[in-house]
């Protein structure tokens, strides 16, 4: 079958150009076009890349007004058919365009950009020479060459012995022939181009191969005079290897020069190539190799379960629940096994890579080079590279943050969302998509099976597998309640702080903390220490008058940061050193109030003289590999405390942690988010499940001035359960999230005025057309198919880099389309206006309610 048309969709970020448009696919390219591919393609008057959506014989429109396809980018479509029309589905449900989906789908290595490109007209390198071009006047022009003065002429040789150049380059080489370029363009003596270029190229090193064998060997080796002593020497030892080796090795081996190779490969004896590499992140890097364990009771239902609907080939999602070392990892590492041995390929989602070090080393250690993973802090290239391994189906294995979601693998079997509560999973940025929900249809997509493994299932999980009969498809409950290793889950004392100030103690650690400690002090036990980073900010505060250093441009205090002294917003990027005075009265008594850790740090060294702390916070982790290295060192008892924020509540495993204490439990309470008990129990219950995990029973210390609220109760006594019934009754009430669900919509522009007036045009408008499909007001009549609209209402942070911003909530429940209403009314709002610089933003299932 021979394609004609491809519909194609261009890197043109505008809601015009959010539809497929129309190029002729020219022959050579037949065959080779697919769908999935990247193309580059004439978009006005520029050169644009775009993927291809799909193949038609003929297009509703004219071909004489279809341009071709310019450029085939690469030979295997870095999209799967299956991501395009996933693609379309991600449009569909989070109201995005069709490009941010695609982009969000391939590496950034992948997104290329337009270079332009200078060559001879008529020329395209000596062997391209087409006979057509005989006569030409291009060519006539080249026949006499008088027309050309001596500057032009040279640059014109240049061009053509070159047989194309970059723009950059050419005028890089003549920096002070601008016009005569130009003139030469616009005489049409030289041709400009436009072709898209990556950001990286695949790596290649350069190796070396003999290519003398047996018996010519003998007799070449014998040629070499004296002089050629060191020739000889390399010729010798790549023959003995018998394998291509890196010019890299040959010289630190041989501690000869590159001269001396390539004298070699003058006289024939060997060749240099340039041969295609991956760059790999963990070279060197040994993994301590394990073996699947026997499974315990509850993990062999687990395993059962999965691997039925794996062998089956079915589709099937499952919410693992198992309390925190209850073997969740193990069976993950078995099930993917299973996956793998059936031919098919899996997704481990972590919610943040550079914290999960040790999840890592565990899927290395079982499944070896079987494993990419996908690294936030991983340069271009080596994202790249482990992203290629998927796509050419060189590994089996891709283990990675919410973007992983979309590894490229033909045949997927297996998806597994480790910490499926976690709010990281949702991307905050265009396509704001939750990758929970990505994986599900993947994995429908797919006939695969997704585990959603958690100790704190996420409400809207935890609700749809209770009601799992009236949705087929909804995730099916299953549980693990014991630990491996028999040791018991940790006591949890919950200490009032209030009680503590009331007896006089002023100090951060109450005396029962302060007493822990002390103990693993004398045992040379462990202690990790946790503080909540939500509330800790490290604003500047004057003391005298109550002056908050504050972003011009976004009504957000700054932050302060140690390292460069100066004050940052943590919006726009704005700074300013650090003041030493007042800027309002003049007062000394200014001083920023440092980061948590950094308090808490100075407190313990005051408090127990000569203690070991390992800090882990944003200010100690900015280096790649960090994070590591700290725990790396505390494995190694270089410390007798680790503290940090969120960072050390994740996956941490160590034998010798007997106690853990947190500093403030509810600093996340206050927040205006009706998921702020949810978070505090799920950061509690993770934070808990860090002590006693081995042989050494474990004890948990909550400080808290709110001992009486229900997650922190909840938490001390590892009772999801209960937890979660009392949260769930609130939310119904209110009518929140899993009982209904929210599309947050943020408008934002320069003139308050202006942007009031269109929040107001928006809401009514969404208020009446949904009044007038019978949704609006019903959610207190429970009714099957309702829809509310709260605001608009000045967002959290009202305004942003000089934007003020105004909010609308929209709640809805039933099967309605409310995605599709508001992204229509939001498109009429703008088209009312005209606008430019009014934006809007929908947020669907939204996370951070800012
Ligand atoms: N079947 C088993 N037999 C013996 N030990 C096991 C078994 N399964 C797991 N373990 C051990 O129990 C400990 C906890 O297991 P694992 O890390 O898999 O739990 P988890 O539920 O993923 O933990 P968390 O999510 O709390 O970090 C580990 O040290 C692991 O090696
Ligand atoms: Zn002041
Ligand atoms: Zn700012």
């Known amino acids: 079958m021979t394609y004609r048309v491809a519909k194609v969709i261009v890197d043109v970020p505008s809601r015009e150009t959010d539809r497929p ?23 006005g008057r520029r050169t644009v890349q775009g993927f291809v959506l799909s193949l038609h014989q003929e297009s509703g429109m004219d071909p004489r007004r279809m ?93 053509k012995a070159s047989g194309q150049v970059t723009m950059d380059h050419l005028s890089g080489r003549y920096p002070d022939r601008a016009g005569e370029i130009k003139g030469l363009i616009q005489r049409g003596i030289l041709t400009e181009s436009q072709m898209i270029k990556d950001k990286v190229r695949k790596k290649t090193v350069k190796t070396v191969v003999a290519v003398v064998s047996g018996e010519e060997a003998e007799e070449a080796l014998k040629s070499f ?162 992203w290629r391994k998927i796509r050419e189906g060189r590994v089996q294995v891709a283990i990675g943050a919410r973007s992983a979601v979309f590894a490229p693998f033909a045949d997927l079997g297996l998806i597994v969302m480790d910490e499926e509560h976690e709010t990281s999973y949702k991307q905050e940025e265009t396509p704001k998509y939750h990758a929970r929900d990505v994986a599900v249809m993947r994995a429908r997509q797919h006939e695969a099976a997704v585990i959603l493994g958690s100790a704190t299932p996420s409400l809207e999980s935890y609700h749809a597998a209770r009601s799992r009969a009236d949705d087929d498809f909804a995730p099916l409950l299953l549980e693990m309640k014991q630990r491996p290793s028999g040791s018991r889950l940790p006591g949890v004392h919950i200490v009032d702080m209030r009680e503590e100030l009331r007896d006089g103690n002023r100090s951060m650690f109450s005396r029962a903390l302060h007493e822990g400690i002390s103990s693993r002090l004398e045992k040379g036990e462990q202690t990790v220490l946790f503080l909540n980073r939500r509330g800790y900010s490290t604003f500047v505060m004057c003391r005298t008058c109550g002056y908050v250093a504050g972003c011009p441009e976004c009504d957000i205090s700054l932050t302060y940061h140690q390292k460069s002294n100066n004050l940052r917003c943590h919006y726009c990027g704005y700074a300013v050193p650090a003041p030493s005075v007042c800027p309002e009265c003049g007062s000394e008594h200014i001083r920023y109030f440092g980061t948590g850790t950094q308090r808490v740090e100075g407190e313990l060294a005051k408090l127990f003289p000569g203690i070991r702390v390992i800090r882990m916070d944003v200010d100690t982790t900015t280096e790649k590999g960090s994070h590591e290295k700290l725990l790396q060192a505390f494995r190694e008892k270089k410390g007798d405390v680790l503290l940090g924020t969120q960072m050390v509540a994740k996956g941490l495993d160590f034998p010798d942690v007997t106690l853990v204490g947190v500093i403030a439990a509810d600093t996340a309470l206050n927040f205006p988010d009706f998921r702020s008990a949810e978070k505090t129990f799920q950061l509690l219950t993770q934070v808990a499940g860090r002590a006693g995990r081995h042989q050494l029973p474990g004890e948990v210390f909550i400080q808290t001035y709110m001992p009486e609220h229900y997650s922190i109760i909840h938490a001390s006594g590892h009772d999801y359960g209960s937890f979660v019934r009392e949260e769930l009754n609130h939310r119904k009430t209110l009518h929140y999230p899993p009982y209904s669900r929210l599309i947050l919509v943020t408008l934002s522009h320069e003139q308050l005025p202006l942007l009031l007036r269109m929040a107001e045009n928006f809401a009514g408008d969404l208020r009446a057309k949904a009044q007038r499909l019978g949704w609006y007001g019903n959610l207190d009549r429970f009714a099957e198919e309702a829809l509310d609209i709260l605001g608009p209402v000045a967002s959290p942070i009202p305004r942003i880099k000089n934007r003020y911003r105004f909010q609308c909530m929209v709640k809805y429940r039933g099967p309605l389309d409310a995605v599709q209403l508001v992204r229509e009314t939001a498109a009429a709002t703008l088209d009312n206006l005209r606008d430019a610089s009014l934006q809007i933003s929908i947020d669907v299932d939204p996370q951070m309610l800012m």
């Open 225 to 386: 005079s004296g002089q050629a002593r060191r020739q000889k020497e390399v010729l010798q030892f790549l023959l003995e290897v018998g394998a291509p080796l890196t010019l890299q090795e040959v010289l630190s081996t041989l501690r000869v020069t590159a001269g001396t190779v390539s004298k070699l490969t003058e006289k024939g004896f060997a060749v240099i190539e340039d041969v295609e590499v991956f760059r790999d992140p963990y070279q060197g890097r040994r993994f301590k190799s394990s073996e699947p364990l026997e499974r315990t009771p509850e993990q062999e239902v687990v395993f059962g379960k999965v691997t039925e609907v794996l062998d089956d080939r079915s589709y099937g999602v499952f919410l693992l629940h198992g309390v925190t070392g209850s073997g969740k990892t193990e069976v993950y590492l078995q099930t993917i096994e299973r996956c793998i041995s059936l031919g098919r390929q899996a997704i481990v989602l972590v919610p943040e890579i550079s914290l999960t070090p040790q999840m890592v080393e565990r899927f290395k250690g079982r499944f070896g080079g079987k494993v990419a993973v996908m690294h936030s802090r991983l340069s271009t290239g080596e994202r790249y590279d482990e």
């Open 67 to 159: 341009k071709p396809v310019q450029e085939l980018l690469d030979l295997m479509p870095p999209l799967p058919r299956d991501l395009v029309k996933l693609a379309e589905w991600m449009s569909r449900k989070y109201a995005c365009s069709m490009i941010s989906a695609l982009q969000a789908m391939i590496p950034a290595a992948l997104k290329g950009k337009a270079e332009r490109y200078i060559s001879v007209s008529g020329f395209e390198g000596e062997d391209e020479v087409e006979p057509e071009a005989e006569g030409s006047r291009a060519k006539d022009l080249f026949a006499i060459p008088t027309m050309l003065t001596g500057e032009e002429e040279e640059i014109v040789a240049y061009v």
């Open 21 to 43: 448009f129309d190029y002729l696919i020219p022959d050579e390219m037949q065959g080779w076009i697919e769908i999935g591919s990247r193309v580059g393609v004439p978009f």
